[in-house]
């Protein structure tokens, strides 16, 4: 359990400042670059615009889903009931709701996008919706997993509190990564 005499206790503003605007800096760099990415997709995007539409949804599902898991591990840490133990079923619990959750949300998506794809006159089929909803959303959600160990374990061996990085580091992380499998698997499947 956190101490009011331990670094991860304290509440200073200028600490936090300290440590999270060269953070946010570098992060506003990465996510640019998912900016970039997406615009050059364009002209897929112009030919499937359902795509389009799919895109806010699957990045932001993904940065959520790692939020979730990141605000859980930060608890856990601060109460001091995790280690980061293999064999802690508790973690693995987490672990297999947010697949759940990511297998629910982006088959809903694709359901979504088909319906609205149907309406608006799309050229893609479900399965196809599907299969770049499922395999992208997976994908992400793995992503987000992975690195919402990474950034609560990393903030607490430096001594940074977890509930001031984990949630920007992932969700950043999630957008850059999950505009880039979404970008190349719609471009794979569509090709």
Same mark, same amino acid.
């Given at each position: 359990?956190?101490? $009011?005499?331990?670094?991860? +206790?304290?509440?200073?503003?200028?600490?936090?400042?300290?440590?999270?605007? *060269?953070?946010?800096?570098?992060?506003?760099?990465?996510?640019?670059?998912?900016? @970039?990415?997406?615009?050059?997709?364009?002209?897929?995007?112009?030919?499937?615009? @359902?795509?389009?539409?799919?895109?806010?949804?699957?990045? &932001?599902?993904? &940065?959520?889903?790692? =939020?979730?898991?990141?605000?859980?591990?930060?608890?856990? /840490?601060?109460? &001091?009931?995790?280690?980061?133990? *293999?064999?802690?079923?508790?973690?693995?619990?987490?672990?297999?709701? @947010?697949?759940?959750?990511?297998?629910?949300?982006?088959?809903?998506?694709? /359901?979504?996008?088909?319906?609205? &794809?149907?309406?608006?006159? $799309?050229?893609?089929?479900? *399965?196809?919706?599907?299969?770049?909803?499922?395999?992208?959303?997976?994908?992400? =959600?793995?992503?987000?997993?992975?690195?919402?160990?990474? =950034?609560?374990?990393?903030?607490?061996?430096? +001594?940074?509190? *977890?509930?001031?990085?984990?949630?920007?580091?992932?969700?950043?992380?999630?957008?850059?990564?999950?505009?880039?499998?979404?970008?190349?698997? =719609?471009?794979?499947?569509?090709?």
């Amino acid at each position: 359990m956190v101490g $009011s005499g331990s670094s991860l +206790g304290t509440w200073q503003w200028s600490r936090i400042v300290r440590t999270m605007f *060269p953070m946010l800096a570098v992060l506003s760099v990465i996510v640019l670059w998912a900016g @970039i990415t997406l615009e050059s997709a364009q002209s897929l995007l112009e030919e499937y615009g @359902i795509l389009a539409i799919m895109v806010p949804t699957m990045v &932001g599902t993904g &940065g959520n889903l790692g =939020a979730t898991l990141s605000s859980r591990l930060s608890t856990r /840490f601060h109460l &001091g009931t995790t280690t980061l133990d *293999p064999r802690d079923r508790v973690l693995w619990a987490n672990v297999v709701a @947010i697949l759940a959750l990511a297998v629910s949300i982006f088959t809903a998506l694709a /359901f979504g996008a088909y319906l609205l &794809g149907f309406v608006i006159g $799309s050229k893609l089929g479900l *399965p196809t919706l599907l299969l770049i909803s499922l395999t992208s959303g997976l994908s992400v =959600a793995v992503i987000a997993i992975v690195f919402s160990f990474l =950034a609560t374990y990393l903030s607490y061996r430096f +001594g940074i509190d *977890p509930d001031d990085t984990t949630i920007p580091i992932v969700t950043n992380v999630v957008d850059v990564f999950g505009m880039l499998i979404f970008i190349g698997v =719609a471009g794979f499947v569509l090709s």
